[in-house]
């Protein structure tokens, strides 16, 4: 269906112009949200670590851990020899840009399916690792050659952090799982979990309803959800 008011790509290139400014707001609804728990918003900036080469890597030898295509680009989770730090490197499609990795300094570790994608209009990708406050992830997002980072991370203490397509708009969006936990709960983790979800705009879209446990969230493991499934964030 055809879209009235801006063209396709004056919208896109607005959206991923917007996503560095617009992150921290993201960013600190979704740790000022973590229930149960009082929030403090960790200022986290893009860093280039000196000596990173277009292989991405600073201290070798290192470690391709993930590997995806996202439409005509390649999207590669590199990390340095002890796992210590990693990096994004996303090349092909005009596309030639290293992003580190800011999460590891609230703690997260990496695995192989620490990186997730979708290849969209404008594409998506999430970068999450566990930490003792839960899954950290970290969004990019980009078309072509033009990826931006999302300036601050986004934190699921139910553990669940993922990008999917909810709405028909442009782009996946985000999905951050909480704990609806009351303050005074002694151990939030026994707590119903929702997910609150955002656009690649770090606009909240809503919340789901609150499920028993984190696996009875609709398709798990891969949460899938509609924009009907979601309400306003209490």
Known sequence: MARQGMPWAVVITIV????????????????RDRAGTTATTTTTTTTTTSGVGVDGCVRK??????DMPVGAARVQLVV???????????????????????????GATFAPDSLQCVADTLSACVLR????????????????AQWSELAQPFLSDAGYLAIAQ????VGPEILV??????RGTQDCATTPV???VYNLQSQELGCTEAYRRLESLPDWPTVTLKKTDLRACA
């Open 16 to 31: 991923v112009s917007t996503l560095v400014a617009a992150g921290a707001v993201a960013a600190s609804a979704a740790l």
């Open 61 to 66: 030898p290192c470690t391709v851990l993930a």
């Open 80 to 106: 340095d020899s002890g796992g210590a730090s990693g990096r994004l490197r996303i090349g092909g499609g005009g596309a030639s840009k290293v992003i580190e990795a800011t999460i590891t300094s609230m």
């Open 129 to 144: 690792g566990r930490s003792a406050e839960g899954v950290v992830g970290q969004v990019v997002a980009g078309r072509s």
């Open 166 to 169: 909810v709405t028909a708009d």
């Open 177 to 182: 799982a909480q704990h609806r936990c009351q």
């Open 194 to 196: 929702y997910v609150r």
